[in-house]
């Protein structure tokens, strides 16, 4: 089991930047490539970014390419994501989650809620 706990959430003007931070704990959490994820009213989820194991290797959606960035230190046992130039359209609830093998996101955070104003 890997349990995931999303903090950094919040209200920011649009063109604001907020860090999401993601703490794992359970498992080895340096075994697991790590995903970003969001959700908005009457949406389906979407995989905003996305981050191998060993961080190396990097993934985004066109939707956020450029203004996010995502990251990780295994040594804290924590995935981030820095979003800037925030737009209204980015306002859902964000979760992290842990891909347990390659396209199967095993585990999931509580999320947290992101609001952007115009």
């Known amino acids: 089991q890997v349990q995931l706990v999303e903090t950094g959430g919040g209200l920011v003007q649009a063109e604001g930047s907020l860090r999401l931070s993601c703490a794992a704990s359970?498992?080895?959490?340096?075994?697991?490539?790590m995903g970003w994820f969001r959700q908005a009213p009457g949406k389906g989820r979407e995989r905003v970014a996305a981050?191998?194991?060993?961080?190396?290797?990097?993934y985004y959606a066109d939707s956020v390419k450029g203004r996010f960035t995502i990251s990780r230190d295994n040594a804290k046992n924590t995935v981030y994501l820095q979003m800037n130039s925030l737009k209204p359209e980015d306002t859902a609830v964000y979760y992290c989650?842990?891909?347990?093998?390659?396209?199967?996101?095993?585990?999931w955070g509580q999320g947290t809620q992101v609001t952007v104003s115009s």
């Open positions: 989650a842990a891909e347990s093998v390659p396209g199967e996101y095993e585990y």
């Open positions: 359970g498992r080895t959490f340096s075994n697991y490539a």
């Open positions: 981050i191998s194991f060993s961080g190396r290797n990097t």
